[in-house]
C-alpha cells in the first residue's frame, strides 16, 4: 500500500510541473550557425566569434569575448507564430519586435530593426529591416 501510494505521490509532482515553457527552454549559451540581416549573411569565420547567453529575462550577446549588446527578451509562446521582443540596454533601449521558433537544441528568430513591424516569417532579404538568427544550444 506505501508503495502504491508513493507512485501516486510522484506521478502528481511530475505531473503538476508540467512541460518546460519556452521561457525555461531557451536558458544557456547558444552559438550561430547563421546570422542575416538585410540580405546579407554573416561570414563563417565571423559566426565563430558570436555567442548569446540567456539568464532569465537577459539576453547578452558578445563578439571575441565583448558585448555587443545586451537588454531583456519577452517570450510569447502561445502566439502563431511565437513572438518575441528584445529591448537592448546598449543602444539607446530599442525595442526589436520578432518572432521565433524552438525546436529541440536549435532556436530561430527574426527580428525587426526598431520602428518596423514584427515579421510575419523566418526572412531577412535585401531591404527588410530584419535580422534572422539561426542558433544552436553550445555543447550540442
Known amino acids: 500500500m506505501r508503495r502504491c501510494m508513493f507512485v501516486v505521490l510522484i506521478g502528481c509532482v511530475l505531473g ?27 561570414e563563417k569565420d565571423d559566426l565563430k566569434a558570436v555567442k548569446v547567453v540567456i539568464r532569465g529575462d537577459k539576453y547578452t550577446m558578445t563578439r571575441d569575448g565583448e558585448i555587443a549588446d545586451e537588454g531583456t527578451l519577452v517570450v510569447k509562446e502561445t502566439t502563431k507564430p511565437r513572438q518575441i521582443d528584445a529591448k537592448s540596454t546598449l543602444r539607446e533601449e530599442q525595442l526589436m519586435h520578432g518572432i521565433y521558433e524552438l525546436k529541440g537544441e536549435r532556436w530561430k528568430v527574426c527580428l525587426a530593426m526598431p520602428g518596423n513591424r514584427r515579421p510575419e516569417d523566418f526572412t531577412a532579404g535585401a531591404k527588410s529591416e530584419r535580422i534572422l538568427y539561426i542558433l544552436k544550444r553550445a555543447g550540442k
Do not use: H, S
Open 16 to 42: 503538476a510541473a508540467g512541460p518546460k515553457k519556452d521561457v525555461d527552454r531557451i536558458q544557456g549559451t547558444w552559438l550561430p550557425t547563421a546570422i542575416e540581416t538585410n540580405g546579407a549573411a554573416m
